[in-house]
């Protein structure tokens, strides 16, 4: 009901821009820099405990990690940039906002920024996520279809699995990892 | 993942050392799935960079730390820790303390590496010259000055150093460091980490070093011709080879395995007893178990078994030790809690020549240590004030049971941490102390363990990212202080020792950092009235430094260049005879290739030789030396 709704209202350009200069004071900014710590740390140990299906990767030793949306990590991004998994090296991309246009193909981890909630519904139809491991850093992503859902809870970073998709894929997923992400 | 004995004041402390030098709030990659999902996001904003939180006067040598300085043993890296009294008495001999009571047995600091204690029960201190690791792998030390017998028991009386090896999932693939140097003989090191499948991860390493003789050699009075040879040839050569292997799985939590194999000797190269030189050999194997069934509980297990020879001059001491370890951690509301149970067996067996006109009775010994602790962390004004509580209770074969309680608080600001505890800790007697007897009559069969009652308050502050300040100052009053009373052993001197350790850095550009570091102490020591060991308390208080001081300067000229030079003073050892000295240590590193780093290192400079220490010891002579690594 909630994605309906959405997908028929769209912002334009020039106001959420003023909206964004006006709504952010300095704290703030600092604020979200913690945030997006804890967010890149999750993706890092996500990754830590995900089995990707072999023909997705093919052996290719690297893990491609598409940052979609407005760069808000800043140098959290470059601390996981080249970092060691089980599944291969990280090589992380930042794409920036989403366009029509944009090449999501070569991407192993998708990761939504909030800045494209409202385009939710056109990224994921450009994505296979049987293939493509989301992460989402917005509610409901997991209704829009992605697999892994961060959220705010009590000022703290929790997640959320998308168990039904899950078990439509291939990926392998630690059994407490998705316990843990269940509750 | 964190050493198992790591108490409360260090879990906080993990999460931040790897931190130190950037900009981040959190260790990204070291922060496991249970921790994040408890961070809070508004207190760790408070700060760009937070404040250390512990209670505790803590400093940490990062993995970059250790590089930077290019020194090849453990020992080496510790001249650069505020209020740490470094001792090169021979050029392999090392004596290490803090807060005062140096000397070849500094028997009240603990040390550890990877939670597993290379203190000797034998001699009561740390025989550095047969401890060693590859530095390269070393995640960080730890160093905390004061007590820590309410976590790590008996022994930890002035303050305990933490060895932290990395995860072997971070050191994934090769290199090999060739060196040669004028006193640094020669080091060859190499290390292959290697990816098992998707969970399991492993590393082995090899290390060589030689190092030369000392200078000028400095006997006492009474020294016999073949004492003073034997100092004047004292280079030494050790090997060493070990491996590490991690396991981490969510459902299984994470499992380490992990042993080194050693060999060593130092002095000229002789068989049998009779000849002064020395011989070291021995092993360990440690198994660790982490698992956290849910974000607030924790399970922490360790077991390791731990083999060592020890041959000196008319003494061979063989020891095996094993080790069990258990604790949990659980958070509710807003407590931290953690508790642990310990049992820890050893046994030895010590040969002295007929030749020496004293015996060790009983020859063999074996020694049992139950322990138990709890701690609780209790938060309170939206975490901004902390109250700790714990005790400590052990059960040995010396001085049967003992209590070691502390109450630690804090309070955090935004940009500053003020901190205050209280503790008490013991140091038991070793078994030399203990079982040493001349003609069948013990000397220290009636010896007490050493009692110390320390209060420490402590200030943390930052300034606009750029300055970091940390001073701690503490009043330590010491009693049953050991003596020797001819013709016993015994507890017969008392005193206080009191002192502040500050160390202040400055980040004066993005690629440049500044620190100093600088403690002060007085101590003051006496004897009990009918006491033969009066010199004793001049001899202990003129061995510890009145005043210390360390400049440090890092700089990275540009991605392939670095800088790294540090001044030290440290104050005369009126005790010893050694007058005050200054002396300066450079690196300079470059990395013509991405993966090669050539190091160039200079160290004692400022004289031609120095005696760092009393009698029976050898000059320190400047080395210059030259290290290649490659990787692969």
Redesign the interface.
């Given at each position: 009901m909630g994605a309906c709704a959405q997908r028929h209202l769209s912002w334009p350009r020039w106001l959420a821009l003023g909206v964004a200069l006006v709504a952010a004071p300095a704290a703030r900014a600092q604020a979200a820099d913690v945030a997006y710590q804890i967010k890149a740390s999750y993706i890092y140990n996500f990754l830590q405990f995900v089995h990707f299906p072999t023909d997705v990767l093919q052996g290719a030793g690297t893990l491609n990690v598409c940052i979609l949306g407005e760069d808000r990590f800043g140098p959290a991004l470059d601390e996981i940039d080249g970092a060691t998994t089980p599944q291969g090296q990280l090589k992380v991309m930042r794409l920036g906002r989403f366009s029509s246009s944009a090449a999501l193909d070569g991407c192993n981890v998708l990761y939504l920024v909030d800045s494209e909630r409202q385009g939710v519904d056109s990224i994921m139809a450009k994505v296979n996520e049987t293939r493509v491991l989301t992460i989402g850093e917005f509610a409901p992503f997991i209704r829009h279809g992605g697999l892994i859902e961060l959220f705010e809870q009590n000022d703290m970073i929790r997640f959320r699995i998308n168990e039904e998709l899950l078990n439509k894929t291939a990926f392998k997923i630690d059994a407490q990892l998705v316990q843990l992400g269940v509750k | 993942m964190r050493p198992l004995l790591i108490g409360m004041f260090c879990t906080s402390l993990s999460c931040l050392a790897a931190t130190e030098h950037?900009?981040?709030?959190?260790?990204?990659?070291g922060?496991?799935?249970a921790e994040?999902?408890?961070?809070?996001?508004?207190s760790?904003?408070r700060k760009?960079e937070p404040l250390d939180k512990a209670p505790a006067a803590v400093y940490v040598l990062t993995n970059d730390e250790i590089k930077r300085m290019g020194v090849t043993h453990i020992a080496e890296a510790l001249r650069y820790v505020p209020g740490v009294e470094v001792v090169r008495q021979e050029a392999n001999k090392w004596a290490i303390s803090i807060r005062g009571f140096n000397g070849r047995s500094a028997n009240k600091l603990l040390v550890m590496i990877d939670g597993r204690s290379i203190y000797s029960p034998f001699f009561s201190g740390v025989l550095w010259e047969e401890k060693d690791v590859v530095l390269e792998d070393v995640e960080r030390i730890e160093v905390i000055r004061g007590p820590g017998g309410t976590t790590w028991g008996a022994n930890a009386v002035n303050g305990v150093i933490n060895i932290i090896t990395k995860d072997s999932?971070d050191t994934?693939g090769g290199f090999v460091t060739l060196g040669a140097g004028l006193e640094e003989r020669s080091l060859t090191q190499a290390r292959y980490g290697w990816?098992i499948?998707?969970?399991t991860t492993a590393r082995v390493y090899g290390k060589f070093t030689e190092r030369d003789d000392g200078g000028s050699v400095r006997g006492s009075a009474s020294a016999s011709p073949s004492v003073i040879g034997a100092l004047e040839d004292d280079g030494a050569r050790m090997r060493q080879t070990g491996f590490r292997l991690d396991r981490?799985?969510?459902?299984q939590g994470h499992l380490t395995l992990q042993g080194d194999l050693y060999q060593g000797d130092l002095g000229p190269h002789y068989h049998g007893l009779g000849s002064a030189g020395q011989e070291h050999d021995g092993g360990n194997l440690k198994l660790d178990w982490s698992y956290s069934p849910t974000?607030e509980r924790t399970h922490e297990l360790q077991l390791y078994y731990d083999d060592t020879t020890l041959e000196i001059e008319g003494l061979i001491d063989k020891r095996h030790l094993w080790s069990f370890d258990y604790q949990m951690l659980q958070r509710w509301a807003n407590h931290e809690v953690v508790g642990g149970i310990g049992y820890r067996r050893g046994s030895d067996n010590i040969d002295i020549s007929p030749l020496v006109p004293a015996e060790l009775l009983p020859e063999q010994r074996n020694e049992e240590l139950k322990s138990a602790f709890i701690q609780d962390d209790i938060a309170f004004l939206e975490d901004r004030l902390h109250l700790i509580l714990g005790t400590k209770y052990e059960r040995n074969d010396y001085s049967n049971e003992e209590w070691q309680p502390s109450v630690r608080t804090s309070y955090s600001f935004d940009e500053a941490l003020v901190w205050a505890a209280w503790s008490r800790a013991v140091r038991t007697p070793s078994r030399l102390e203990h079982d040493l007897a001349f003609a069948g009559r013990p000397l220290g069969d009636q010896l007490k363990p050493e009692r110390a009652n320390v209060y420490e308050l402590g200030w943390r502050q930052q300034w606009r990212e750029q300055w970091h300040l940390d001073i701690a100052s503490y009043w330590a009053e010491y009693e049953d202080l050991f003596t020797s009373e001819r013709p016993t052993f015994a507890n017969q001197m008392q005193g206080d020792v009191k002192g502040i350790e500050t160390s202040l850095s400055y980040q004066a550009r993005s690629n440049w950092l500044l620190r100093l570091n600088y403690s002060h102490a007085e101590m003051d020591l006496s004897v009990s009235p009918g006491s033969q060991a009066g010199a004793t308390s001049d001899t202990v208080e003129g061995s510890m430094p009145h005043d210390m001081l360390q400049l440090i300067s890092l700089w990275d000229i540009n991605p392939r260049w670095q800088l790294n030079t540090y001044l030290r003073y440290v104050d005369a050892l009126p005790g010893q005879d050694v007058p005050s000295y200054w002396a300066g240590d450079i690196s300079l590193l470059w990395r013509p290739l991405q993966k090669t780093r050539v190091q160039l290192v200079g160290r004692h400079l400022g004289h031609s030789e120095r005696f760092q220490w009393g009698t029976g010891v050898t000059a320190v002579e400047p080395d210059l030396a030259l290290y290649l690594t490659q990787e692969f």
């Open positions: - | 950037s900009q981040l709030a959190i260790d990204i990659k922060t496991s799935l994040l999902m408890n961070l809070n996001i508004t760790l904003s760009s999932k994934q990816r499948d998707g969970q981490q799985s969510l459902e974000a």
